[in-house]
């Protein structure tokens, strides 16, 4: 019986071997710091390399872990040898405030096993200071200086945009003034523009300055003009010998009612014109008043011997007045389009100035952070124990969310925007200790990995609500894939919590200047007096 038992015992503690053995030979994990004691602000290099075979995995402690701030952890070193792996992991420590302070055992994964590293006691000393050979000074008051002069490049460009656009708004009214007034001309009878056009020639000062040539061009250029257009001959392009035939046979077919004495005094005009524009004639004042007035009397006798219009003509007539009043209306809707556009360039203007460009352009563009924070806030409070918080919209709650290990309730509420996301929640523990606050962060990172999230940066610090609750910070930055580039995201988790509870707050958000507006805002809502942390 004895010889039994004692094989019994021999052979388990052959098998312990053995399998300690074997775990050992397929993975170990070896821990090191390159120094235990530095200065304020030096850093400490702190190394984990695990041995494992080339099927296994291998899991390293997270950055927020560590009581050190992290400042660097790159990426894993590895290396293949004698068909093992090696994999080397180092993190970049370094601590603000002096004191001895503890690096602890962590845990390294490799598969299903865990394994634990090496602690290390860290002394952090202060800066010393010889203050015989440095004397100590006040700190100096604050003092006024000149302000240097720096170009406002962004005020240029956009005052050089907004030139441009009224620039673009002057052309455009131009050229449709231009075109209506070429309209318009186009529907005046040829019989008033005529009369009118004489009328503008006498104010001018052709004959003040003996500009004779210039004012014989346009006398006999208005008279012309009338004529063809009138009477439906080419007179602008026919010499005064040519022209003067036209109106004989016009009078000689009876489509032209003039008497020969009208024509012959129009002859003499034009011939006298010829005189000025080609022999450089130069004739008295009282002449040339005189051709003028004689050409006027031509045009309204012209004007008298055609024959009076038949009934298609007057329906022309009346078709002319309903386009006059028709372009009127146009003319009046350009000037009130250009009023409008006048005032909306102020306006921009003016936001500019006192609001800055990217404000006004974020408000015409209808920026999504700018709405969100400009939207009507709600103020309500969120799960047991009840959390207030004052947010841009109501948060929804998950009625999916299900307890995780060790928790008896679980209380999830979302408000989930592509530019601003929160999620809010509420932990009833099994038990009345204290909640794990490194555990609970853990699994809120873990929850932004499954959002997408991916180069996950972690920094952790006390954190205060403005009525005075302490709790925790865990903030950082990571990437986002969004279709064919990546997308930068900050994120800030709050976690308050007390004996037999455990309350977060997940922001996910881009950064700008809106999204900081709301996250302050969000932030200085929060009360949690109702929490009672002696329970």
Known sequence: MIQKSTTKIIKSLLFTVVVFTVLTSKAQVVSSIDKNEIKIGEQITYSIQATLDSTSQVVFPKALVFPLEVVKAPKADTLLMDGKWKILQK??????????????????????????????????????????????????????????????????????ILCGIAYGFYLYYKKGIEKFEKKEEALIPAFDKALSALEELEKSQYLIKEEYKEYYSQ?????????????????????????????????DSGALDLDKQTIDRFDQILKTADLVKFARSKPELSKAESDREQLKEVVVKTKEAIPEPTEEE?????????????????????????????LVVALISTGVFYAGPKKVWDTLTFNSSKQLLESNWVNSSYGAPPIQLSTPKVLIRDLKAVPASGEAQRQLFS??????????????????EEPNFDQIAESSIA??????????????????????????????????????????????????????????????????????????QLLGSIRLKEIDTDE
Do not use: C
Request: aromatic share 10%; no cysteine.
């Open 91 to 160: 993190y970049q420590l370094t601590q603000f405030d002096s004191g001895h302070f503890q690096l602890p055992k962590l845990k390294v994964y490799i598969d299903s096993l865990s394994y634990e590293t090496d602690s290390y006691d860290i002394v952090v000393n202060d800066v010393a200071v010889d203050t015989t050979q440095q004397k100590m000074y006040d700190i100096k008051p604050i003092i006024q200086v000149e302000k240097s002069f720096q170009m406002p490049w962004n005020w240029i460009v956009l005052a050089l």
């Open 219 to 251: 006398l006999t250029n208005i008279v012309r003009s009338y004529l063809e257009e009138e009477i439906h001959i080419s007179a602008l392009e026919s010499t005064t010998e040519q022209l003067i035939d036209h109106l004989e046979l016009l009078k």
């Open 314 to 342: 007057l329906m022309q007539q009346e078709e002319y007045k309903q386009a006059l009043l028709e372009a009127e209306k146009k003319r009046k809707m350009r000037h009130i389009k250009w009023a409008v556009a006048t």
């Open 415 to 432: 408000l989930e925007q592509e530019e601003f996301s929160i999620y809010l929640t509420t932990l009833k523990l099994q038990s009345e």
């Open 447 to 520: 929850y932004l990995e499954t959002l997408g999230g991916k180069n996950i940066i972690t920094r952790q610090e006390a954190y205060t609500t403005v009525d005075g609750v302490q709790g925790v910070k865990v903030f950082g930055r990571f990437t986002i894939d969004q279709e064919s580039n990546e997308e930068k995201m900050v994120y800030e988790l709050y976690i308050f919590g007390g004996k037999g509870f455990a309350q977060q707050l997940l922001l996910v958000h881009q950064e700008n200047q809106y999204n900081d507006q709301i996250k302050q």
